[in-house]
């Protein structure tokens, strides 16, 4: 189990994670979804120790990871599959990692092999395309057979039968009692791979539930009726009679309607009684990504504004009239209307406390465009515990993002039970050889913008970025449970990732 608790990361002025408190669960794959630096990979080093919260709390079986008992063999870790060093080949990057955490070299062949990759084992991984380093990340976190791991987009640059093959192995993983969060912005694959979702906006909370629930709280479930393309009267005259029946209705780009609010026998009777013939009558129910979509457009902070496909459209025949136009589609809000029991709040989770800060009301995201409240500039209540509901904040005002000096009033984070870890109970003696690389406790690095101040000290101070060039020194065996871990051996932290001398020969497999 992992569990968050009122964590926050700060960067200088930044606020890249707010007061985010969730469960994730053994037995189960937990999608973590959000926009585009809403968050997620900064809360996934939090969780991995590789950053330090500024307020709040985090822990995996009970413990920070940092205090964890031989981590790397309790959690794996796929956050950046570039961290490698390249002039190592897979086999021996995964051989270093093996030997500072105590496993055996037989572990590094089988996990090779599980990726697919143990044809290529002995070469290079700087010749590594996407997708194979994507796969010896997988292998990296796979190594200590943990009973918690973390893939930070693990199907990036995969092609379909790695897709389906990352959806099967997350899904075995899961059904091994172990514990999966993984982030992914690929919406119809989350759909097939998650059971619950984590999803954060702006570093917040929007939604904790299952996969089931979330879209049937985001979306309306809605009937498709298509009517004779060669009569488009007919089209026109069952709308209004629709409509004038309390339905809404939508026109879908290839000229189906899409009714919400009707059940599909009253659309049925109401095509019938206005002598209008159907070739088409249809119950569906919305896609994650609509649901999705509807929930987190107004916390997107990185939207392409210009239409780069206007440049490739073909010019039309002489005489030929363009597509209509699908009113609203590509706009906020142009997804079908939430369902009618939610009373125009989408986001609101069944059977959740609609407010469990009494923060920002549960309704602001339902009027995409409305003004919504800064929850940067309210305070959260005190969460009572833990909350596996949804924080139903308000869309935050990015011109209003929270400054170093003006941090709202923090919760009290509530703090995790020393006690022995539960579900995950480490496995091997606390006096296993558990020190990590030095390469992967660098906190992330930024080249292009000088560090915050946050993270001008970093999070891990023993650990300065290790030359590309030289590997990794071995690492003395642990002192012991106490001596913090400064990362996970399995995790494919940046920062050896540094171009490694092209002549520099492979060392001995
Ligand atoms: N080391 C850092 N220093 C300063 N700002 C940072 C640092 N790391 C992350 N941020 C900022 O914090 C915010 C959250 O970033 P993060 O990478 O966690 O988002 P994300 O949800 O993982 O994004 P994506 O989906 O694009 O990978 C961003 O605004 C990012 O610029």
Redesign the pocket.
Known sequence: MIEAVGLTKR??D?T??YNLSFRVRPGTVTGFL??????????MRMILGLDNPTSGSVTIGGYPYRKLPNAPRQVGALLDAKAVHGGRSARNHLLSLAQLSGIPARRVDEVLGVVGLQDVAKKRSKGFSLGMGQRLGIAAALLGDPQVLLF??PVNGLDPEGILWVRNLMRSLAAEGRTVFV?S?LMSEMALTADHLIV?GR?QLLADMSVRDFISANSADFARVRTPDTEPQLREKLTSALTGAGGHVLPEQDGALRITGLPLPRISDLAHEAGVRLWELSPHQASLEEAYMRMTQAVV?YRSTVDQKAGLQQQLPPGAQPPVPVPGQGQPGWYAPPPPQQGGQPFAMPGAPANPYGTAPAHAYAAPGAPAPNPYAQPPAQPAQAPQAVQAAGAPQPAQAPQAGQAPQQPTPAQPAPAAPRDEAPAAAPGAPATPPAADAA??Q?PA?P??P??ATPDTPAAPPVPAAAPAPAAPPAAGPETPATAPASVAAPAASSPADPTQTEDAR
Not at 35 to 42: E, L
């Open positions: 960067y200088g930044k890249a994670v959000g926009p585009n630096g809403s968050g997620k990979s900064t809360t930070d987009e982030s912005h954060i570093g902070d906190p992330r930024t913008t560090p915050a946050a993270t």
